[in-house]
């Protein structure tokens, strides 16, 4: 993360926008946005949306179901190892395995961020969110929780000690509140010997419409420096050295 390491063990990284926009969403912008973007992601697709609506009338003791497919833009690199996701009001940028550096993305966020807000006029920012997927592979007959992750789950006196799986999630804050970060270590069995072990790291503003247009920057980059400073700290360097 803030280290460039040889096989860095990121297998997705997202930046996600949620706008309020000023009018209502024209069509017409996904193809003018496509323009903007076509000669880094020129293949264009429509990606799905399942939502389930249930209605329950209490007094009839009845309910209804309502499912409801929505579709939206999806850009393409060639390899499609990258992607962007337009949903009207949303815009996500992801980069898939091989992640090769925070450059090489922010670049990418920077296109989609700019091409987007050239074409479709926004009222407000309600949400970022600078996300990272980790997978770590740890085998299984060599493995002790304490010498690979600094954020483990804690078994005090009088619990088991014998531990078969767990999950562990936090939120910190930062910049006073301002900015939040979840983390979330799970563990995931992948052979009868090895256990995949899942770090997912999501750095989001907490506070909707508290940042201007002309701040997105140094917030993207700043998300990146204090998600790059978690990844650090919760392992240990033995686990580094798995990827190093």
């Known amino acids: 993360m803030s280290k460039q390491y040889k096989n860095p063990p990121i297998t997705e990284a997202v930046c996600e926008f949620r706008f309020e926009l000023e009018n209502t969403f024209d069509l017409k912008a996904v193809d003018l946005f496509f323009d903007e973007i076509k000669e880094k992601f020129p293949k264009k697709k429509k990606g799905q949306f399942f939502q389930v609506e249930i209605k329950i009338d209490a007094k009839e003791k009845k309910q209804e179901e309502k499912r409801i497919v929505r579709e939206f833009d999806q850009f393409f690199s060639e390899d499609e190892k990258t992607l962007i996701q337009l949903d009207k009001e949303r815009l996500s940028i992801h980069k898939l395995k091989p992640y090769n550096s925070w450059e090489e993305f922010y670049s990418l966020i920077s296109l989609a961020f700019n091409s987007y807000i050239k074409n479709i006029k926004i009222k407000s920012i309600q949400r970022i969110g600078l996300r990272y997927i980790n997978n770590f592979e740890i085998p299984l007959s060599t493995f002790d929780i304490e010498q690979y992750f600094n954020l483990r789950p804690v078994m005090g006196e009088g619990l088991p000690q014998d531990l078969v799986s767990f999950i562990v999630g936090t939120i910190f804050a930062f910049e006073n509140g301002r900015d939040n970060i979840k983390v979330q270590l799970i563990d995931r069995l992948a052979t009868p010997n090895k256990t995949v072990f899942v770090l997912d790291m999501d750095y989001f503003l907490a506070n909707p419409g508290s940042i201007q247009i002309d701040e997105i920057s140094q917030w993207i980059t700043n ?15 033995k686990t580094k050295l798995l990827f190093d």
């Open 223 to 237: 998300a990146h420096k204090n998600v790059a400073n978690i990844f650090e700290a919760a392992l240990t360097e």
